[in-house]
């Protein structure tokens, strides 16, 4: 796609955003500290769950030194309401973590002194950012221009054609920032975040379909359907070699599952004592043996004389 088609698809993107979501202003008595540590919790997630968990945040922890020493797990469970808990927790921990190893104190207030190149750098710089991170930051915390992108928009821009698979995979969408003017950057990111939350939640949904298609009509070939090949994941296709499906697996326990299979192998097993019961078939086979001259019954008879001989070479002797 050209530069110019990009730009006027990108337009019509955010024509479309304004008549099914609303824009969302991000609070602008926030430090950069707190704008770096919110984008944490928004990437991927709705606003209105990143602000619940936000303030969980802020309730459940004496300060940020607290929760930079909070195992991720205890985090993931105060964030529950976002959209991929663990993931924001070990984000929000390993920025901590590297702020407190670079600055020795929870304050970023000096990268505004700073030149915006260079306090951006510094900001891609610290382990647990993300590019969606510091876009917000670099817009929000920086007063500089970026649009926070997260997965859910990469895809749905790949469906619109908007963007290649490879720049997708790339996490790059050339012309973005040029195509929507600085003044309007902090509207059209809150709605095209919106949407990519919405595709990340529900790619099936009926508000994703509905506003893709109003967008480019020719994409709904290219939506995902729920019949399709490529919508089961490879979890699901490798399931039936193990003998259970998932929905299987996660109602029933190893246990139960492997009963059916004990009692075919007890019966196996339970034929060994019935073994001696097929004694009597052999023993009838060794007498007709012995009566046709079998070299068990010469064998016997030869012994007996030997025996009656001996007694009667002892008797004569004393005679």
Partial sequence: MTSSNRQTQIAKVF???????????????????????YACCLENSHFEAADEGFARLQQSYFDWN???????????????????PSAAAARLKRCLQSIFETHYAFDLEGLKKGNLGKSVAEVEALSGTTP??????????LGGHAIP?????????????????AEAAKRRIPGLERAIAKS????????????????????????????????DPASKERLPSRGSKGDTPPARTAAPTSGRTPRESAKAPDAEVARPAEPKKRKSAGDKPDEPAAKP?????????????????PADSASEPKKSTSKQLSRKKPR
């Fill in 184 to 215: 309007k950057g902090v509207e059209f990111a809150s709605l095209l975040h919106q949407l990519g939350a919405d595709y990340f939640a529900a790619p099936f949904g009926a508000r994703t379909r509905a506003v893709l298609t109003e967008i």
């Fill in 132 to 141: 969606f991170v510091v876009a917000y930051v670099t817009q929000n915390g």
């Fill in 15 to 37: 024509k479309v955003l304004k008549s099914h979501y609303k824009p969302v202003k991000p609070p602008c008595e926030r430090s950069v500290l707190e704008h770096l540590l």
């Fill in 149 to 165: 992108c997260s997965q859910g928009i990469f895809d749905a821009f790949e469906i619109l054609e908007v963007i290649t698979p």
């Fill in 281 to 297: 078939t052999k023993k009838p086979v060794a007498k007709e043996e012995s009566g046709t001259g079998s070299a068990a019954e």
């Fill in 66 to 84: 607290e929760v930079r020493v909070t195992t991720v797990t205890e985090l993931a469970e105060t964030l529950s309401c976002l959209a991929d």
